[in-house]
């Protein structure tokens, strides 16, 4: 649903809730935003909140209308300005909420449009928030150390404690005490200094916290069976050493495997990196195979995504060297599936396009159809459909690349093609 759209289903409802306030005008005093935003972003529904600005909620004497902003409000702020507002501040842990500010037209009782803002308080597992300093302004103050939350239409009083059942909600919310096991083990994995022993010698790692979550990684004694696999060749066409030694891992809760992988040692095993996953789009949500385009990914949102950030993609990885992720070394990143999914409308949008592109820049490149270049030609997970899926990801992150006839081969041959 759209946030328009779901904001105007809560102004609709006359009364504000345990995710969503109402603001007549922006704050006057920075203590009472400071205040509603901590309330918010440990609110007890575990969802992201809104302060919707420019409707007066029920105590007024008009009830929840629509009445919007006024760009001359001095208090007005927009996103930029909220996050310096916040950054500032003292907040334990320098962990602060995170904030955005959408300005929208909605609609009165009249129908006429009005705008609006909304402080987007987006629901993570950091809570709970306070502050590690008092702060003031004026005859109001945040003391340190004081924990707030939202409870129905209310927020816990500035001068007071929330309720200890409360707390408890929001310190196990962090820890993920509550969570189903491999809920607990995507939040495990996105710290990963948290897990201790290595993988050179011993070959596994254990939370340091919850030590029942273990990974192993396990040697292979035969290494045919996959080594032929497209995706694994064409990922190791880009390593300066170009042999692969492939391993299993697994995932374990106890004695329970919860998730398993083949892991692959790259360019002379100076790397160490998950199977990635694959995608096929598909033009107008047919199976048409020639109006398709494959590619493959990480998703940060997914345990292969999560371990490949551990083993190659942060400063201090579990292994090796660090992997420079770029579009085009065979492998794409999402930081979401939101972003995946916006990709892939993009390259549905593009694909008839890029096609042509491609078939173009085989002629004018003078790559002919042979044993040797095959897999420039081919469609499934190809070097045609990396290269394909490279230009578009490039396009669709706005990162300067090369012309899409310059990320073929240098051939001498005559001119050919499909």
């Known amino acids: 649903m759209a ?97 955005y500010v959408q300005t929208y037209d909605a609609f009165d009782d009249e129908g006429n449009p009005r705008t609006i803002d909304v402080i987007i308080i987006r629901n993570t597992p950091q809570t709970p928030y ?27 009083p500035i001068n007071s404690f929330a309720d200890l059942d409360k707390i408890e909600f929001l310190w196990r919310k962090r820890f993920g005490i509550d969570l189903p096991v491999k809920e607990r083990l995507l939040r495990l994995l996105d710290q990963p200094n948290d897990w201790e022993g290595e993988f050179n010698c011993e070959n596994r790692r254990y939370h340091k916290m919850f030590p029942e979550f273990q990974i192993h990684i396990y040697e292979r004694d035969y290494q045919s069976i996959d080594s032929d696999n497209s995706i694994i060749k064409n990922i190791a066409s880009h390593q300066f050493d170009k042999k692969i030694i492939i391993s299993d891992l697994l995932i374990r809760y106890h004695s329970t495997v919860l998730f398993d992988t083949m892991m692959l040692y790259l360019d002379g095993c100076r790397m160490l990196i998950p199977f990635p996953q694959s995608q096929t789009v598909y033009s107008d949500n047919d ?62 949008l593009h694909l008839h396009e890029i096609q042509q592109a491609y078939r173009d820049a085989l002629f004018k490149k003078g790559l002919d159809r042979t044993n040797c270049s095959e897999d420039y030609f081919i469609d499934g997970w190809s070097k045609a459909n990396e290269i394909k899926s490279w230009h578009l990801y490039e396009q669709y992150k706005g990162i300067r690349g090369t012309p899409l006839i310059n990320k073929l081969p240098n051939v001498h041959t005559q001119k050919g093609g499909n």
């Open 3 to 99: 946030l328009i759209v779901e904001i105007q289903r809560l102004i609709n409802l006359k009364t504000e809730g345990d995710y969503w306030d109402f603001k007549e005008m922006w704050h006057s005093n920075k203590v009472s935003l400071l205040h509603d935003i901590i309330c918010m972003a440990n609110n007890q529904v575990g969802r992201d909140a809104y302060i919707i600005i420019g409707v007066s909620d029920s105590k007024s004497a008009d009830g929840v209308m629509i009445k919007g902003v006024s760009d001359a409000d001095p208090n007005r702020k927009d996103q930029q300005h909220l996050i310096d507002f916040l950054r500032d501040k003292k907040f334990a842990g320098n962990i602060r909420p995170t904030v």
């Open 130 to 156: 306070f502050l590690t300093d008092n702060f003031r302004d004026r005859d109001k103050e945040i003391r340190a150390g004081y924990i707030y939350t939202r409870i129905g239409d209310t927020n816990t």
């Open 287 to 348: 199976s048409i195979e020639t109006d398709s385009l494959t590619y493959v990914f990480f998703n940060n949102e997914t345990i292969p995504g999560k371990l490949f950030n551990c083993f190659a993609k942060t400063k201090e990885n579990w292994y090796g060297d660090k992997w420079y992720l770029s579009p085009g070394r065979g492998i794409l990143w999402f930081e979401d599936e939101a972003d995946q999914i916006m990709f892939d409308d993009y390259v549905r």
